[in-house]
């Protein structure tokens, strides 16, 4: 069985290949085998229907689709009122029907109430360095919860139970369409007598994986059995979110807080507009990518999770304990003139003793051991690493169990 948090940077890395993860990502399709042993652990109807019942997800979380469009809400809820506030209520009885009709059901952010998908989720977004979100479709018989349509995020569907046929056709008229776009009249690629072009047709079973760039139009439909498969998405970063990152740079520049001269004489105007066009090309000239990439990582947030009583509690943690690391991506660390370490998480700064570093060292490489484990690694002995973990843990840089 593999571990949730390596499906991604272990199993399929070593599957397709790390540069179908890296280079190539975004721009090929790709179908890989993991095994059914693969992704027995992420999710069975057990799990399915204990989320249910437990975390009662409503519209537009949990919502149906059948042949392209939503079915209505009052087919499958109830209007409730809780503590004044008015939900949707699923009506099991309803649900059953309608999937027995051929409704697909949809999940969304499955991966923020089940654990071992979030481990998954976490293991892709190490991979990708790109936030990444999993939702869950399920479907029995042969019909379609969606029509022919594309995505504007990238995809990799993990099919975890039954079949599901897929027909990829590949990008479409607008190459690299976003949701936030000038041009949404764009269609599917289509051969020189008006057929859908076809990249890839087949049946995905328990185990397999593809991935579909952003903007590659698709066609999916029931095989006539059950279908249970996960879609983690992802958006990376493009050219946009580079010049938005200039453009908030812009309130540091005198030249673009000051008003524009409206009823100036058109030779002022002139001088003014050059001024805020010489400024802004130096902007973008010292607006390094590698630079706006790391910025972008260090604002990585952090999967929301809790380690009672130990941040608030003086006692250290044994050495039996298990320490696990919260930061999805692993943070760069530095050595201030003072002696102490920085490191920058989720936008924060924070600062500890020298002697944390390797102890930081070792989690971002680990990610979860016990304390006495990670004190021998970090050569620095288990009373030193506990004193460390418990730090850590006060500004949940490290999650405590046991």
Same mark, same amino acid.
């Given at each position: 069985m593999t571990e949730p948090g390596q499906i991604f940077t272990r199993t399929l890395s070593e599957t397709v290949g790390r540069e179908a993860l890296t280079t190539r990502l975004s721009e090929e399709f790709f179908l890989a085998d993991l095994g059914a042993e693969a992704v027995d652990s992420l999710l069975t109807f057990e799990d399915l229907n204990h989320?249910?019942?437990?975390?009662?997800?409503?519209?537009?979380?949990?919502?149906?689709?059948?042949?392209?469009?939503?079915?209505?809400?009052?087919?499958?809820?109830?209007?409730?009122?809780?503590s004044r506030s008015s939900r949707r209520v699923i009506r099991p009885e309803s649900l059953y029907g309608q999937l027995r009709e051929g409704a697909s059901l949809v999940l969304d952010s499955i991966d923020r109430m089940h654990a071992p998908i979030g481990a998954a989720a976490d293991d892709l977004m190490r991979l990708v360095r790109e936030r990444a979100q999993a939702n869950l479709y399920l479907i029995w018989g042969d019909s379609r919860g969606f029509d022919t349509h594309?995505?504007?995020?990238?995809?990799?569907?993990?099919?975890?139970?039954?079949?599901?046929?897929?027909?990829?056709?590949?990008?479409?008229?607008?190459?690299?369409?976003?949701?936030?776009?000038?041009?949404?009249?764009?269609?599917?690629?289509?051969?020189?007598?008006?057929?859908?072009?076809? $990249?890839?047709?087949?049946? #995905?079973?328990?185990?397999? %994986?593809?991935?579909?760039? &952003?903007?590659?139009? !698709?066609?999916?439909?029931?095989?006539?059995?059950m279908s249970m498969h996960l879609t983690f998405g992802f958006t990376r970063a493009t050219g946009v979110d580079w010049a938005e990152?200039?453009?908030?740079?812009?309130?540091?520049?005198? $030249?673009?807080?000051?008003? #524009?001269?409206?009823?100036? %004489?058109?030779?002022?105007? &002139?001088?003014?507009? !050059?001024?805020?066009?010489?400024?802004?090309?130096e902007l973008a000239e010292e607006g390094d990518l590698d630079a706006f990439l790391a910025e972008r990582d260090a604002r990585f947030p952090r999967r929301a999770s809790y380690s009672l009583p130990w941040p608030v509690e003086e006692a250290l943690p044994p050495e039996g304990a298990r320490v696990e690391f919260v930061p999805i991506l692993p943070p760069p660390v530095s050595r201030e003139p003072d002696g102490k370490v920085a490191l920058t998480v989720a936008g924060r700064r924070y600062r500890f003793p020298g002697v944390v570093e390797p102890v930081l060292e070792i989690l971002a490489e680990e990610r979860s051991l016990t304390v006495g484990e990670l004190g021998e690694r970090a050569g620095v002995g288990a009373e030193i690493a506990g004193q460390a973990v418990s730090a850590l843990a006060r500004h949940h840089l490290v999650l405590i169990q046991g």
């Open positions: 989320l249910l019942a437990t975390r009662s997800p409503e519209p537009p979380r949990l919502r149906l689709h059948r042949d392209g469009a939503p079915v209505p809400l009052e087919a499958y809820t109830d209007a409730a009122t809780e594309w995505d504007d995020h990238d995809t990799v569907i993990v099919q975890v139970a039954g079949t599901k046929h897929w027909q990829v056709h590949g990008p479409g008229s607008r190459p690299f369409p976003m949701r936030v776009d000038t041009d949404h009249g764009h269609g599917p690629p289509r051969g020189t007598g008006g057929e859908l072009s076809m $990249v890839w047709e087949g049946v #995905l079973r328990p185990g397999q %994986a593809i991935h579909v760039p &952003r903007g590659w139009w !698709h066609t999916v439909t029931g095989t006539g059995e990152s200039l453009v908030r740079r812009l309130h540091e520049e005198e $030249v673009f807080r000051r008003d #524009l001269p409206r009823f100036a %004489a058109p030779e002022q105007r &002139r001088k003014h507009r !050059h001024e805020l066009l010489s400024r802004l090309s």
